[in-house]
């Protein structure tokens, strides 16, 4: 199983930036591809952004050309930098971890962190 420990949220005006980070723990060799997630208020979580092994990434269309995601493979961390925030970018962000163990895929997910955007 692979432990997942998100930071960096809290509240930003309209317009600022701020840097999520997760940390990944326990199998780490099992991982092949980690993301963020959001999930506001009375909606579905939805994909953020993605980054494989080999660092290919993937963003959903709201976010592109705004945020970026990056690994820092030594470290066993992932960041989101997120620029030019909007209020509607406020949700609860979760770190997820595509693994694979036996075999079989897995998802494990970290806690989440609260990003509040202010207009």
């Known amino acids: 199983q692979v432990q997942l420990v998100e930071s960096g949220g809290g509240l930003v005006q309209a317009g600022g930036s701020l840097r999520l980070s997760c940390a990944a723990s326990?199998?780490?060799?099992?991982?092949?591809?980690m993301g963020w997630y959001r999930q506001a208020p009375g909606k579905q979580r939805e994909l953020v952004a993605t980054?494989?092994?080999?660092?290919?990434?993937n963003y959903a269309n709201s976010v592109k050309g705004r945020f970026t995601i990056s690994r820092d493979n030594a470290k066993n961390t992932v960041y989101l930098q997120m620029n030019s925030l909007k209020f509607e970018d406020t949700a609860v962000y979760y770190c997820?971890?595509?693994?694979?163990?036996?075999?079989?895929?897995?998802?494990?997910w970290g806690q989440g962190t609260q990003v509040t955007v202010s207009s």
């Open positions: 326990g199998n780490v060799f099992s991982i092949y591809i």
């Open positions: 997820n971890a595509g693994t694979v163990r036996g075999g079989y895929p897995y998802n494990d």
């Open positions: 980054i494989t092994s080999t660092s290919s990434t």
